[in-house]
Protein backbone atom coordinates (compact mmCIF):
# COMPACT_ATOMS: atom_id res chain seq x y z
CA UNK A 1 0.00 0.00 0.00
CA UNK A 2 1.63 3.28 -0.90
CA UNK A 3 1.95 6.20 1.36
CA UNK A 4 0.55 9.42 0.30
CA UNK A 5 3.18 12.15 0.21
CA UNK A 6 2.25 14.71 2.43
CA UNK A 7 2.31 18.23 0.84
CA UNK A 8 3.74 21.74 2.42
CA UNK A 9 1.30 24.56 2.09
CA UNK A 10 3.05 27.11 0.07
CA UNK A 11 2.71 30.04 2.39
CA UNK A 12 4.45 32.67 0.38
CA UNK A 13 8.08 34.41 1.53
CA UNK A 14 8.65 34.46 4.57
CA UNK A 15 7.35 37.94 7.20
CA UNK A 16 10.39 40.14 7.21
CA UNK A 17 11.30 40.14 11.35
CA UNK A 18 10.20 44.13 11.20
CA UNK A 19 6.82 44.53 10.21
CA UNK A 20 6.52 48.43 10.73
CA UNK A 21 3.48 50.49 10.96
CA UNK A 22 3.39 53.62 9.90
CA UNK A 23 0.67 55.72 11.93
CA UNK A 24 -0.58 59.65 12.32
CA UNK A 25 -3.67 61.18 12.99
CA UNK A 26 -4.28 64.31 11.33
CA UNK A 27 -6.38 67.66 10.41
CA UNK A 28 -6.21 69.74 7.48
CA UNK A 29 -2.56 68.84 6.35
CA UNK A 30 -2.99 68.52 2.76
CA UNK A 31 0.20 70.63 2.90
CA UNK A 32 2.30 68.03 4.72
CA UNK A 33 0.78 64.73 4.05
CA UNK A 34 2.21 63.68 1.05
CA UNK A 35 5.97 64.04 2.61
CA UNK A 36 4.66 62.69 6.13
CA UNK A 37 3.80 59.28 3.91
CA UNK A 38 6.19 59.81 1.52
CA UNK A 39 9.79 58.48 3.62
CA UNK A 40 7.96 55.48 4.96
CA UNK A 41 6.71 54.21 1.88
CA UNK A 42 9.65 52.28 1.21
CA UNK A 43 10.07 50.74 5.01
CA UNK A 44 6.96 50.77 6.20
CA UNK A 45 4.58 47.18 6.31
CA UNK A 46 1.72 49.44 6.31
CA UNK A 47 0.40 52.95 6.52
CA UNK A 48 -2.55 54.19 9.10
CA UNK A 49 -4.06 57.85 8.96
CA UNK A 50 -6.80 58.67 11.24
CA UNK A 51 -8.59 61.77 10.41
CA UNK A 52 -10.42 63.67 13.06
CA UNK A 53 -12.25 66.09 10.64
CA UNK A 54 -10.62 67.10 7.85
CA UNK A 55 -12.54 69.69 5.82
CA UNK A 56 -9.50 69.92 2.56
CA UNK A 57 -8.27 67.39 0.84
CA UNK A 58 -5.80 65.68 2.82
CA UNK A 59 -7.99 62.51 3.36
CA UNK A 60 -8.38 62.07 -0.91
CA UNK A 61 -4.39 62.28 -0.74
CA UNK A 62 -3.56 59.73 1.91
CA UNK A 63 -6.04 57.39 -0.30
CA UNK A 64 -4.24 58.07 -3.60
CA UNK A 65 -1.19 57.11 -1.91
CA UNK A 66 -2.02 53.85 -0.33
CA UNK A 67 -2.38 54.74 2.97
CA UNK A 68 -5.36 53.19 4.89
CA UNK A 69 -7.88 55.72 6.32
CA UNK A 70 -9.97 55.55 9.53
CA UNK A 71 -12.14 58.30 10.75
CA UNK A 72 -12.28 59.45 14.70
CA UNK A 73 -14.05 62.36 15.92
CA UNK A 74 -12.58 65.42 17.78
CA UNK A 75 -12.57 65.02 21.51
CA UNK A 76 -9.64 67.54 22.63
CA UNK A 77 -7.96 64.23 23.60
CA UNK A 78 -4.90 63.65 21.54
CA UNK A 79 -4.28 60.44 23.47
CA UNK A 80 -7.44 58.90 22.46
CA UNK A 81 -7.30 59.67 18.78
CA UNK A 82 -3.67 58.16 18.81
CA UNK A 83 -4.49 54.74 21.04
CA UNK A 84 -7.49 54.72 18.25
CA UNK A 85 -4.97 54.71 15.73
CA UNK A 86 -2.81 52.48 17.70
CA UNK A 87 -5.00 49.68 17.81
CA UNK A 88 -6.00 49.64 13.48
CA UNK A 89 -2.40 49.04 13.09
CA UNK A 90 -1.43 44.89 12.70
CA UNK A 91 2.55 45.68 12.71
CA UNK A 92 4.98 44.41 14.48
CA UNK A 93 6.62 47.93 15.36
CA UNK A 94 4.79 51.44 15.59
CA UNK A 95 6.21 54.55 13.77
CA UNK A 96 3.83 57.42 15.27
CA UNK A 97 5.03 60.87 13.50
CA UNK A 98 2.84 63.68 13.18
CA UNK A 99 1.72 65.01 9.76
CA UNK A 100 4.54 68.16 10.20
CA UNK A 101 7.11 65.91 10.64
CA UNK A 102 9.42 62.88 8.60
CA UNK A 103 12.51 61.19 8.41
CA UNK A 104 15.21 61.68 5.43
CA UNK A 105 15.23 58.51 3.21
CA UNK A 106 18.60 57.76 4.83
CA UNK A 107 17.61 58.13 8.17
CA UNK A 108 14.31 55.81 7.28
CA UNK A 109 17.40 53.32 6.52
CA UNK A 110 18.93 53.63 9.83
CA UNK A 111 15.09 53.34 11.81
CA UNK A 112 14.84 49.98 10.24
CA UNK A 113 18.55 48.72 11.28
CA UNK A 114 17.63 50.07 14.75
CA UNK A 115 15.02 48.29 15.19
CA UNK A 116 16.20 45.06 13.79
CA UNK A 117 19.48 45.14 16.06
CA UNK A 118 16.95 45.31 19.49
CA UNK A 119 15.06 42.61 17.52
CA UNK A 120 18.18 40.64 17.12
CA UNK A 121 19.90 41.19 20.13
CA UNK A 122 18.37 38.73 23.16
CA UNK A 123 18.85 41.54 25.90
CA UNK A 124 17.53 44.15 23.55
CA UNK A 125 14.25 42.14 22.77
CA UNK A 126 13.84 41.09 26.00
CA UNK A 127 13.98 44.29 28.11
CA UNK A 128 13.54 47.20 25.33
CA UNK A 129 9.82 48.27 24.04
CA UNK A 130 10.56 51.71 22.47
CA UNK A 131 13.58 53.72 20.98
CA UNK A 132 13.89 57.38 21.24
CA UNK A 133 16.05 60.04 18.95
CA UNK A 134 16.78 63.31 18.32
CA UNK A 135 13.88 65.54 17.58
CA UNK A 136 14.76 68.20 15.14
CA UNK A 137 12.63 71.83 14.89
CA UNK A 138 13.19 73.21 11.36
CA UNK A 139 12.49 77.07 10.87
CA UNK A 140 10.99 78.31 7.81
CA UNK A 141 14.37 78.28 6.02
CA UNK A 142 14.70 74.54 7.26
CA UNK A 143 17.61 75.46 9.71
CA UNK A 144 17.25 74.07 12.96
CA UNK A 145 16.38 75.92 16.27
CA UNK A 146 15.89 73.55 18.61
CA UNK A 147 16.65 69.75 19.42
CA UNK A 148 14.60 67.70 22.12
CA UNK A 149 14.18 64.05 22.05
CA UNK A 150 11.33 62.09 21.82
CA UNK A 151 10.33 58.61 21.84
CA UNK A 152 7.86 57.45 18.52
CA UNK A 153 8.98 54.15 17.67
CA UNK A 154 7.55 51.79 20.12
CA UNK A 155 6.13 47.93 20.09
CA UNK A 156 2.68 47.30 18.96
CA UNK A 157 1.70 45.49 22.47
CA UNK A 158 -1.39 46.51 24.75
CA UNK A 159 1.18 47.66 27.84
CA UNK A 160 1.92 50.81 25.47
CA UNK A 161 -0.25 53.51 24.79
CA UNK A 162 -0.48 57.16 24.87
CA UNK A 163 -1.85 58.76 28.08
CA UNK A 164 -2.74 62.79 28.42
CA UNK A 165 -5.51 64.79 26.27
CA UNK A 166 -2.38 67.13 25.23
CA UNK A 167 1.50 66.84 24.88
CA UNK A 168 0.19 63.00 25.21
CA UNK A 169 3.27 60.71 26.15
CA UNK A 170 3.58 56.75 26.21
CA UNK A 171 3.17 54.82 29.01
CA UNK A 172 6.43 53.88 29.34
CA UNK A 173 9.77 53.51 31.79
CA UNK A 174 13.36 54.70 30.95
CA UNK A 175 14.60 51.46 31.61
CA UNK A 176 12.30 49.98 28.47
CA UNK A 177 13.63 52.88 26.47
CA UNK A 178 16.87 52.33 24.55
CA UNK A 179 18.29 56.07 22.35
CA UNK A 180 19.53 56.16 19.01
CA UNK A 181 21.58 59.36 17.64
CA UNK A 182 21.75 57.46 13.86
CA UNK A 183 18.40 59.14 13.21
CA UNK A 184 16.77 62.49 13.88
CA UNK A 185 12.94 63.41 13.31
CA UNK A 186 12.91 66.05 11.50
CA UNK A 187 9.78 68.74 12.63
CA UNK A 188 8.59 71.88 10.81
CA UNK A 189 5.57 72.33 12.87
CA UNK A 190 6.92 75.19 15.18
CA UNK A 191 8.05 77.29 12.28
CA UNK A 192 6.91 80.56 12.49
CA UNK A 193 4.42 79.95 9.31
CA UNK A 194 2.97 76.54 10.77
CA UNK A 195 2.74 77.83 13.78
CA UNK A 196 0.79 80.99 12.91
CA UNK A 197 -1.29 79.14 9.81
CA UNK A 198 -2.27 76.54 12.55
CA UNK A 199 -2.73 79.11 15.73
CA UNK A 200 -0.85 75.88 17.62
CA UNK A 201 0.00 78.38 20.48
CA UNK A 202 -3.64 79.61 21.15
CA UNK A 203 -4.70 75.96 21.20
CA UNK A 204 -2.60 74.52 23.33
CA UNK A 205 -2.66 77.03 25.94
CA UNK A 206 -6.39 76.84 25.95
CA UNK A 207 -6.07 72.87 26.23
CA UNK A 208 -3.30 73.38 28.49
CA UNK A 209 -4.84 75.32 30.90
CA UNK A 210 -8.29 73.12 30.74
CA UNK A 211 -6.31 70.16 31.92
CA UNK A 212 -4.76 72.12 35.19
CA UNK A 213 -7.99 72.69 36.28
CA UNK A 214 -8.08 68.91 36.75
CA UNK A 215 -4.51 68.47 37.52
CA UNK A 216 -3.23 71.51 39.12
CA UNK A 217 -0.32 69.74 40.63
CA UNK A 218 0.73 68.24 37.60
CA UNK A 219 4.67 69.35 36.61
CA UNK A 220 4.60 68.13 33.61
CA UNK A 221 1.77 69.96 32.39
CA UNK A 222 2.93 73.47 33.96
CA UNK A 223 6.58 73.52 31.89
CA UNK A 224 4.35 72.26 28.78
CA UNK A 225 2.17 75.76 29.64
CA UNK A 226 5.39 77.59 30.21
CA UNK A 227 6.91 76.47 26.70
CA UNK A 228 3.48 77.07 24.86
CA UNK A 229 4.02 80.55 26.57
CA UNK A 230 7.22 81.10 25.42
CA UNK A 231 5.96 79.87 22.00
CA UNK A 232 3.20 82.14 22.08
CA UNK A 233 5.19 85.31 22.98
CA UNK A 234 7.69 84.61 20.46
CA UNK A 235 5.14 84.56 17.89
CA UNK A 236 4.13 87.73 19.05
CA UNK A 237 7.36 89.23 18.60
CA UNK A 238 8.22 89.49 22.30
CA UNK A 239 11.13 88.37 24.63
CA UNK A 240 10.17 85.97 27.14
CA UNK A 241 10.53 88.07 30.00
CA UNK A 242 7.32 90.36 28.18
CA UNK A 243 5.03 87.59 29.60
CA UNK A 244 2.78 88.43 32.54
CA UNK A 245 4.11 88.01 35.97
CA UNK A 246 1.00 85.36 36.42
CA UNK A 247 2.37 83.21 33.27
CA UNK A 248 5.88 83.78 35.03
CA UNK A 249 4.38 82.14 37.76
CA UNK A 250 3.67 78.95 36.11
CA UNK A 251 7.79 78.90 35.65
CA UNK A 252 8.86 78.97 38.94
CA UNK A 253 6.26 76.50 39.89
CA UNK A 254 7.65 73.56 38.13
CA UNK A 255 11.32 74.48 39.39
CA UNK A 256 10.12 74.53 42.92
CA UNK A 257 9.65 71.00 42.61
CA UNK A 258 11.17 69.30 39.48
CA UNK A 259 12.73 66.88 40.59
CA UNK A 260 9.55 64.47 40.66
CA UNK A 261 9.30 65.13 36.64
CA UNK A 262 8.70 61.71 34.64
CA UNK A 263 10.46 63.64 31.85
CA UNK A 264 14.12 64.91 31.92
CA UNK A 265 13.91 66.93 28.99
CA UNK A 266 11.02 68.62 30.94
CA UNK A 267 13.32 69.07 34.25
CA UNK A 268 15.66 70.86 32.26
CA UNK A 269 13.55 73.03 30.50
CA UNK A 270 11.70 74.34 33.72
CA UNK A 271 14.76 75.97 35.02
CA UNK A 272 16.26 77.00 31.36
CA UNK A 273 12.96 79.12 31.26
CA UNK A 274 13.16 80.05 34.76
CA UNK A 275 16.45 81.45 34.41
CA UNK A 276 15.80 83.41 31.21
CA UNK A 277 12.91 84.95 32.24
CA UNK A 278 14.45 86.05 35.98
CA UNK A 279 17.56 87.58 33.75
CA UNK A 280 14.79 88.85 31.35
CA UNK A 281 13.37 90.46 34.60
CA UNK A 282 16.16 91.64 36.33
CA UNK A 283 15.81 89.41 39.28
CA UNK A 284 18.84 89.48 42.16
CA UNK A 285 21.42 88.07 40.79
CA UNK A 286 22.12 85.57 43.93
CA UNK A 287 18.28 84.78 42.98
CA UNK A 288 19.64 84.18 39.35
CA UNK A 289 22.87 82.45 40.53
CA UNK A 290 21.21 79.73 42.87
CA UNK A 291 19.21 78.34 40.44
CA UNK A 292 21.64 78.10 37.84
CA UNK A 293 23.60 75.75 40.59
CA UNK A 294 20.46 73.97 41.74
CA UNK A 295 19.90 73.22 37.81
CA UNK A 296 24.04 71.97 37.20
CA UNK A 297 23.54 69.86 40.22
CA UNK A 298 20.47 67.82 38.65
CA UNK A 299 22.01 68.45 34.98
CA UNK A 300 26.11 68.90 35.76
CA UNK A 301 27.77 70.19 32.71
CA UNK A 302 24.89 70.56 31.02
CA UNK A 303 25.79 72.98 27.84
CA UNK A 304 22.75 75.02 27.97
CA UNK A 305 22.58 75.91 31.93
CA UNK A 306 26.32 76.50 31.82
CA UNK A 307 25.81 79.00 29.31
CA UNK A 308 23.19 80.85 31.42
CA UNK A 309 25.29 80.63 34.44
CA UNK A 310 27.98 82.20 32.78
CA UNK A 311 25.32 84.87 31.80
CA UNK A 312 24.69 85.32 35.43
CA UNK A 313 28.22 85.35 36.56
CA UNK A 314 29.24 88.26 33.64
CA UNK A 315 26.00 90.23 35.26
CA UNK A 316 27.48 89.73 38.52
CA UNK A 317 30.55 91.46 37.61
CA UNK A 318 32.40 87.92 38.12
CA UNK A 319 33.90 88.10 34.33
CA UNK A 320 36.90 85.69 34.74
CA UNK A 321 34.82 82.83 35.84
CA UNK A 322 32.34 84.06 33.31
CA UNK A 323 35.04 83.79 30.41
CA UNK A 324 35.86 80.35 31.75
CA UNK A 325 33.03 79.00 31.13
CA UNK A 326 32.42 80.22 28.17
CA UNK A 327 35.40 78.96 26.97
CA UNK A 328 34.91 75.42 28.48
CA UNK A 329 31.18 76.03 26.32
CA UNK A 330 32.62 76.88 23.20
CA UNK A 331 35.27 73.85 23.56
CA UNK A 332 31.55 71.35 24.45
CA UNK A 333 29.82 73.33 21.30
CA UNK A 334 33.14 72.31 19.05
CA UNK A 335 33.80 68.65 20.21
CA UNK A 336 30.66 66.69 22.00
CA UNK A 337 29.20 63.86 20.15
CA UNK A 338 26.16 64.72 22.30
CA UNK A 339 24.32 67.76 21.44
CA UNK A 340 21.28 66.15 21.16
CA UNK A 341 21.14 67.45 24.69
CA UNK A 342 21.59 70.65 23.96
CA UNK A 343 17.67 72.77 23.61
CA UNK A 344 19.77 76.12 22.68
CA UNK A 345 23.78 76.48 22.07
CA UNK A 346 23.92 73.72 19.61
CA UNK A 347 21.08 75.13 17.42
CA UNK A 348 21.61 78.73 18.10
CA UNK A 349 25.87 79.28 18.36
CA UNK A 350 25.14 82.85 17.84
CA UNK A 351 23.95 83.25 21.38
CA UNK A 352 27.23 81.77 23.32
CA UNK A 353 29.61 83.89 20.99
CA UNK A 354 27.48 87.34 21.88
CA UNK A 355 27.90 86.57 25.32
CA UNK A 356 31.43 85.77 24.36
CA UNK A 357 31.70 89.23 22.51
CA UNK A 358 30.12 91.15 26.16
CA UNK A 359 32.68 89.36 28.36
CA UNK A 360 35.71 89.65 26.45
CA UNK A 361 35.15 93.04 26.29
CA UNK A 362 34.33 93.61 29.74
CA UNK A 363 38.00 91.56 30.83
CA UNK A 364 39.42 93.73 28.01
CA UNK A 365 40.18 90.93 25.87
CA UNK A 366 40.73 92.64 22.47
CA UNK A 367 41.66 89.61 20.45
CA UNK A 368 38.89 87.45 22.02
CA UNK A 369 35.95 90.55 21.82
CA UNK A 370 37.66 91.30 17.55
CA UNK A 371 37.53 87.36 17.26
CA UNK A 372 34.11 86.94 18.72
CA UNK A 373 32.70 89.86 17.50
CA UNK A 374 33.43 88.69 13.94
CA UNK A 375 32.27 85.57 14.41
CA UNK A 376 28.59 86.93 15.25
CA UNK A 377 28.92 89.37 12.19
CA UNK A 378 29.77 86.86 9.80
CA UNK A 379 26.56 84.59 10.47
CA UNK A 380 24.08 88.25 10.96
CA UNK A 381 25.97 91.41 10.07
CA UNK A 382 22.21 93.80 11.48
CA UNK A 383 22.89 92.71 15.04
CA UNK A 384 24.00 96.56 16.36
CA UNK A 385 24.65 95.66 19.45
CA UNK A 386 28.02 93.67 18.78
CA UNK A 387 29.02 95.77 15.75
CA UNK A 388 29.30 98.55 18.57
CA UNK A 389 31.73 96.86 20.96
CA UNK A 390 33.27 95.73 17.72
CA UNK A 391 34.73 99.03 16.30
CA UNK A 392 35.09 100.55 19.58
CA UNK A 393 37.45 98.09 20.56
CA UNK A 394 39.32 98.20 17.07
CA UNK A 395 39.70 102.31 17.61
CA UNK A 396 40.67 102.40 21.62
CA UNK A 397 43.29 100.06 20.91
CA UNK A 398 44.64 102.38 18.13
CA UNK A 399 43.72 100.51 14.88
CA UNK A 400 43.28 103.64 12.55
CA UNK A 401 39.49 104.22 10.68
CA UNK A 402 40.83 103.35 7.70
CA UNK A 403 41.95 99.89 8.91
CA UNK A 404 38.46 99.47 10.52
CA UNK A 405 36.81 100.15 7.45
CA UNK A 406 39.26 97.61 5.49
CA UNK A 407 37.77 95.02 8.36
CA UNK A 408 34.12 95.82 7.92
CA UNK A 409 34.65 95.84 4.25
CA UNK A 410 34.71 91.83 4.75
CA UNK A 411 31.14 91.56 6.20
CA UNK A 412 29.52 94.48 4.97
CA UNK A 413 28.83 96.22 1.60
CA UNK A 414 30.03 99.65 1.51
CA UNK A 415 28.02 100.61 -1.94
CA UNK A 416 24.97 99.72 -0.33
CA UNK A 417 23.74 102.99 1.85
CA UNK A 418 21.74 101.03 4.24
CA UNK A 419 24.96 98.85 5.46
CA UNK A 420 26.71 102.09 5.86
CA UNK A 421 23.86 104.15 8.13
CA UNK A 422 23.71 100.78 9.94
CA UNK A 423 27.54 101.13 10.43
CA UNK A 424 27.00 104.97 11.36
CA UNK A 425 24.45 104.48 13.69
CA UNK A 426 26.36 101.39 15.82
CA UNK A 427 29.60 103.37 16.02
CA UNK A 428 27.57 106.63 17.22
CA UNK A 429 25.95 104.54 20.00
CA UNK A 430 29.37 103.43 21.13
CA UNK A 431 30.88 106.90 21.53
CA UNK A 432 32.70 106.52 18.37
CA UNK A 433 31.37 110.00 17.28
CA UNK A 434 34.13 111.13 14.90
CA UNK A 435 34.03 107.37 12.90
CA UNK A 436 30.02 107.62 13.06
CA UNK A 437 30.08 110.74 10.44
CA UNK A 438 33.04 109.69 8.71
CA UNK A 439 30.80 106.41 7.77
CA UNK A 440 27.83 108.61 7.37
CA UNK A 441 30.02 111.27 5.02
CA UNK A 442 30.51 107.86 2.69
CA UNK A 443 26.81 106.84 3.02
CA UNK A 444 25.87 110.43 1.88
CA UNK A 445 27.89 110.55 -1.44
CA UNK A 446 26.36 106.98 -2.24
CA UNK A 447 23.00 107.87 -1.72
CA UNK A 448 23.99 110.80 -3.87
CA UNK A 449 25.17 109.00 -6.79
CA UNK A 450 22.10 107.12 -6.94
Not at 27 to 37: D, S
Not at 84 to 100: H, M, R, S, V
Not at 126 to 150: H, R, S, T, Y
Request: hydrophobic letters at 40%; proline letters at 3%.
Amino acid sequence: MSKKKSKKKNSGPPKPMIQLSQCMIVKNEEKNIEKALGWARGVAFEQIVVDTGSTDRTVEIAKGMGAKVHHFKWIDDFAAAKNYAIEQATGNWIAFLDADEYFTPADAKEVMAALKKVYTEPQLREQILAVNCPWVQLDDAGKPFGVDEQTRLFRNTPSVRYVGKIHERLSLVRENVVHSDKFSIMHTGYSRTAYTETDKAERNISMLRKELEQRPDDLDLKVYLADSLRAKAREDGLELGQVSEDEAAVLYATVAASDGMVERSLCKKSHMYTIEWSLANGRSIPECEALCVRALSLFPGDLDLEYYHARVLRNKGDLHRAWELLLKCEAKLINTTALHESDLVSTKPLVLFVEMVYTAEGIDDVAGTIKYATMVLMEDKTITEILGPFIATLLKHGTSEDDVIALLMKMYDFNDAKDMILIARAAKDCGAIDFSRKIAGLAKEIIARL
